[in-house]
């Protein structure tokens, strides 16, 4: 089981490796990853799972940041009523995710951008592409999909697929002015 205490954390070299493809059908090692990285992001999000077996909030993890250099992240977005009920939810296990295109307009989240493998604070804007078009195999669907996303979905899809190829989301922060606002890019 990943807890808190098993996700590398940066300074770690290993996050910064691109990942080997993983070959298709999922060996039994390969879905018994992707079972672990999809059981950290769900339970994470349960606040008596979280106490109970150390997880830190995420919507997301990679393989990489348990020190596992494959191609594989899931994904797992609530959205929510004025009452704090689940209204929809938006997840994947993306095995070999590509980005097919990217949209020129950016998009930036308010409060910056966190991760499970870093500790230390990296205020600063990470402008990403607001819309993105991604083709994976999906784990949990046990099929090839396409998908179009938008918003914090792209941004979210996007960190993850940098873990990838070894980036980090402050890789993506201007060192000169990390408070600049893109009068262009949507903030979110």
Do not use: W
């Amino acid at each position: 089981m990943i807890t808190t205490d098993t996700i590398i954390k940066d300074p770690n070299p290993l996050l910064r490796q691109k990942s080997e493809k993983i070959e298709l059908p999922l060996s039994q090692e390969d879905q018994q990853l992707v079972d672990s990285l999809y059981e950290y992001v769900v339970n994470s999000t349960n606040p008596e799972l979280a106490q109970k077996y150390n997880l830190q909030p995420a919507v997301g993890i990679a393989a990489p940041q348990i020190g596992v250099l494959k191609q594989a992240c899931a994904i797992v977005i609530y959205d929510y009523d004025d009452e704090g009920e689940i209204t929809n939810t938006t997840q994947f296990v993306l095995i070999n995710p590509v980005i097919l295109s990217k949209s020129a307009k950016l998009a930036a989240l308010s409060e910056g951008e966190g991760c499970l493998s870093i500790k230390e604070p990296y205020p600063g804007y990470v402008y990403r592409s607001h819309k993105i078009k991604v083709r994976a195999y999906d784990a949990l669907t046990k099929e090839n999909i396409t998908i179009d996303a938008t918003g914090y979905l792209a941004i979210v899809m996007q960190h993850e697929i940098d873990h990838l190829n070894g980036i980090l989301f402050y890789d993506h922060i201007s060192k000169t002015e990390p408070d600049y606002i893109n009068p262009k890019a949507i903030i979110i």
